[in-house]
């Protein structure tokens, strides 16, 4: 299992997108940064070109603050592809990140609607006998963590009303969206989701880190318009973990 440093990030990668739009092509960038009892542990930049029929989402992220004085990770991903219609299309997924001494690559590759090739270096180890194997069925319209949360929608009810299929090169789970409590809601101008965590295949049976995850977690993530094209983008999340919430908010860059 990848560091817990790195998996942070990865949330932080998972909550996207915004900026500023252009007349030809739409252009966001936004600066995330999360903390756990208010002390930094995570930060990420990111950048998202959205063209009539294509996009491409670049970011950087990275330990902070006192986690990285335990775990200084960093790392860069990429995720290109097509838009069409209501549907994001992806071609390519690529990370790359160091946690210590440790350096990992991710390739994944989409042909007609599902994962065709993923690379991982180094080649990860022979799998215990409580290792939930991916399937090629569990494959089949899966996205990449940064394409998932692209996808449009027709309005703003739609937004809490998803469930994404979303593949990081070793994890199959499923993000289901639904409409949050008054009392849960988080700003007065954006939309708020609770999100639940429903790990599918590629991980192991009984890890109590998923078991918390996809049971007791308690994760609320807050998203507003991007650009004019019917696509939403998350600003800010809370996510519980079993020694406290992380929170992850995010700041436009100009």
Known sequence: MRPAAYRLCLAITLVGLAGAAHADSEIHRLRYSASLFGI??????????LEESDFEVSGRFASAGVAR???KTDGTVTSKGRLSGQSVVPSSYELAY???RKRETTSIRFARGRVSETVITPKPKKRAKDWVAVTKKDLAGALDPLSAL?????DAEEVCNRRFKVFDGEMRADIAFSPAERGERIGKDLITCKARFIPVSGYRKGRSTIAFLRDKARILVAFRPLGARGHHTPVEARI????????IQGHPVE
């Open 40 to 49: 930094p542990i995570g930060k990420a930049d990111f950048t998202s070109r």
């Open 150 to 154: 692209l996808s449009p929608t027709a």
């Open 98 to 100: 160091t946690s210590g």
């Open 69 to 71: 004085l335990f775990d």
């Open 240 to 247: 519980g973990t079993k020694i406290g919430t992380v929170h």
